[in-house]
């Protein structure tokens, strides 16, 4: 979920929290099931988390507009984005595109149809969580948008045709007709633009439909990467031995996820664990850090492929916090060791 309301500060968005001696925080509203229910056609009868787990982030349904009908420029002609911009680079088929977080930081989805797959293209600025799924579902395409609503910190996406609720880290239904389902994830990975430019510059790269709607190119979360937790919405365990807002790159499995601190795999460069090969290059801003995206520290650039096939790997690369919520019993790899994971006291 992203930019929970509307506030004016420094000439751009911010989330809509209280602003108190110059810092962010907020009340967070629970969300209440009878209140749900005059608004939704979602069947809460099928519910698969708490309750009290699902917070109001600010804005109402769809107040965060996804984005139904793309627009694109190729990657050679467009001038939009600078060299350092991160970009999701996405491959379906024969068909490569890109989206630029500095749009999907004010739409959070995009729905697309990628070498005649549809699929969502979604980002969560809280979580840092870029991943796109398969919008074919029981044999149907399903379109989606923004509840308004946070689990963990997480967006809570809605598809239009049963208005079931899904949690956007994991692709499950937690609400609707399809609770307890699960969408299938594409493999992506977050690139520089002038990187895929280089390697795709016939590709088409998502662009504002509209250029004045939002101040694209701006980040309405300035230094949410150096705080020491993450925003007050959050109101789960934080982890102990690890910075709650260190980046983690997470891969999940069937048979058991793996996770490293980014820090270790950029000290490192190129790992294999389990019979999967990481590696991080430099040369890519944060989304998350200085007012304008392409000023922001280098956060650099994630791979995860099967050393053999070289098939690449559904992967995230997300915050301590946000790995910690959605697998406690995931031990993260880190430069002192294996670490498990346990909550503050």
Known sequence: ???????????????????????????PAWADVARWKQSWKTDFSRLTVPVSEIVAGGPPRDGIPPIDKPRFETAAQTKRYAGREPVIELTVGSETRGYPLSVLTWHEIVNDVVGDRPVAVTYCPLCNASIVFDSSFKAQVLTFGT????RNSDLIMYDRQSESWWQQFTGEAIAGQFAGETLTMIPSRVISFAEFRDKHPRADVLVPTNPG???????????????AEPYALFEGRLPDGIEPMARVVLVPRKEGAVAVSLSYLRQRKTMTIDGIELSWTDGVASALDKERIADSRDTGSVSVVD??????????????????????????????????LRPRT
């Open 1 to 27: 979920m992203g930019i929970v309301g509307m506030a004016c500060r420094k000439a751009i968005l911010v989330p809509a929290m209280l602003v108190v001696a110059g810092t962010l925080a907020m009340a």
């Open 213 to 227: 709607l939002r101040p694209y190119g701006k980040n309405p979360y300035v230094a949410y990467d150096t705080r």
């Open 147 to 150: 509840t308004g609503l946070l």
């Open 307 to 340: 050393p053999t096939s070289r098939r690449a790997l559904m992967h995230h690369v997300t915050f301590a916090f946000v790995a910690y919520a959605f697998h406690p019993d995931v031990p993260i790899m880190t430069e002192a060791g294996l670490l498990t």
